[in-house]
Every structure is written in C-alpha cells, then in structure tokens.
C-alpha cells in the first residue's frame, strides 16, 4: 500500500469507536523527512466519510433499482437530443423492433417511422402542449413490418431553462388496434342487418329515452333519427292494448 516515496494517498480504512459504532474513513499518510531523504516519522490525517459512504451506498441501490426497472419495462423508453438522434433506449426497443439500443444510439428517430414526415407533426404537438399523450404513431421494424403504436412524450428541459431534446414511451397497440377493427366490422354488420330490417327496431331506455331506432321505426312514424333519439318518443298505442303492453314492460327483469 505505501509508495516507494512513502506516501499511502486516500486508502479507505473501517474503524471501530468506542461504544462499538464502526464508521468508514479515508486515511491520507505522509513521510516526514531527515535532511539526507531518510524517513523520520509519518504524518496522518484521517476523514470520516460515513455520511458520504451512505450516500454512495443509497444512490447505488436505488441506481439498480431504476436499472432492474429500466431493463424489465415491456414499453420502450426513449430520449432524443434536439437534433432528433436517440440517445437513450431501453432494452425492449429488441422486442417491439428487432434493433438493439447500441445499433440506434445516435441515429434518427426517423429510423423507427413508417412515416418519417409525420416527425414534424409530432413536434409540433408537443410545442404546442409541453408533451402528448396515447398520441398514435406508426413505427417499422427492422424488417419493414409496420406496427402501431401509442407514444407518450414531453420535452426535455436543462436546469437552466433550455430545450434539451425529448423523452417518452412507446407502446405497442397492435392487438388493440386488432380489437378496433373486429368491433368495427362487427357494428358494420350489425347496422346492415339492422338497418335492411323491414321490422320497427328501436333501443331505448328505462324512462323511455331512445337511444336507437332503424329506419323503418323513423319511416313509419314520419320522423327522422336526430327527432326521435335522446328523446322520450312514445309511439301512440291503441287503448285497448295500453294496458297490456304496460304490463309487459313492467314484467322484464334482468332474470326476465
């Protein structure tokens, strides 16, 4: 540990106080010199560092806490400087696009968009609102394949006021954009069978409020869709079937 000329600079050193508290130091000792260059005696000089060892200690555990989190994240996180190049990428940007984060440090985030023209528009929403939210965008992977996705993101800013680039998570919504579209042609062909129905359709409300009815129902009683939904419409009903279709409404339960 001691130098050729003596010297032991900064050595961590654990000792041991009187009531049995160990506290971390650093030990600095220097050679005191005789005339002819010859040792004499040492000077020491010893710090108590144990605050700042615990501080250290702190910032290390909560440093891989925020690693294991980084790493373990199913949406890709993402940093860009203000020259739109990644700088920073979570390991999951390998499972949404087959890129490592070493193979897309630096480069465009342009390189991700199906779309590169659509960055500007992007931009521009966050300018206008300091971030976006569920904003939707198209990315490709590095074969091509488009995927959706929905990204979160918001401007950067250093400590002295200055735009630093951009920060967000993307998230991948294929199977929900899937579901959209089985709902979609699911209520397309509901309407159609609906709508060709030649049969009075209508949906409505314990209080009689309509929230529905086909074209036939508007037909029939000479209004239009905008008259009859969001209202309390009641089709007139003969007198003498009144009271049985009063009893009838009052007879359905969620059991009935």
């Known amino acids: 540990l001691v130098r050729k000329d003596g010297y032991i600079n900064e050595y961590?050193?654990?000792?041991?106080k009187q009531d049995g508290t160990v506290i971390d130091t650093i030990i600095t000792i220097v050679p005191l010199k005789n005339p002819d260059g010859s040792v004499k005696a040492f000077i020491g000089t010893v710090r108590d560092i144990t605050e700042r060892k615990r501080t250290e200690d702190h910032l290390q555990k909560s440093e891989e806490r925020y690693r294991r989190i980084f790493d373990s994240i199913e949406d890709l996180y993402y940093q860009t400087d203000m020259d739109g190049l990644f700088t920073i990428l979570s390991p999951s940007v390998y499972r949404l696009t087959g890129w490592t984060p070493e193979e897309l440090v630096g480069k465009p985030a342009t390189t991700l968009y199906a779309h590169p023209e659509k960055r500007k528009d992007l931009l521009a929403e966050i300018?206008?609102?300091?971030?976006?939210?569920?904003?939707e965008l198209l990315l490709i992977d590095k074969e091509g394949t488009s995927i959706p996705t929905s990204l979160s993101a918001n401007q950067l800013i250093d400590p002295d006021g200055t735009h630093a680039g951009f920060a967000g998570v993307i998230r991948n919504i294929s199977r929900r954009k899937q579901a959209e579209?089985?709902?979609?042609?699911?209520?397309?062909?509901?309407?159609?069978?609906?709508?060709?129905q030649t049969e009075f359709i209508c949906r409505f409300r314990p209080d009689g409020t309509h929230a529905f009815v086909n074209e036939a129902y508007c037909r029939y009683f000479g209004l239009n869709k905008e008259e009859i939904i969001g209202s309390r419409f009641r089709p007139a009903i003969h007198p003498d079937d009144d009271e049985p279709v009063r009893r009838f409404f009052e007879s359905l339960t969620v059991q009935n």
């Open 127 to 135: 300018a206008a609102l300091g971030h976006v939210w569920d904003y």
């Open 12 to 16: 961590p050193l654990q000792f041991r």
């Open 181 to 196: 579209d089985a709902l979609r042609v699911s209520e397309q062909r509901y309407r159609a069978v609906v709508e060709d």
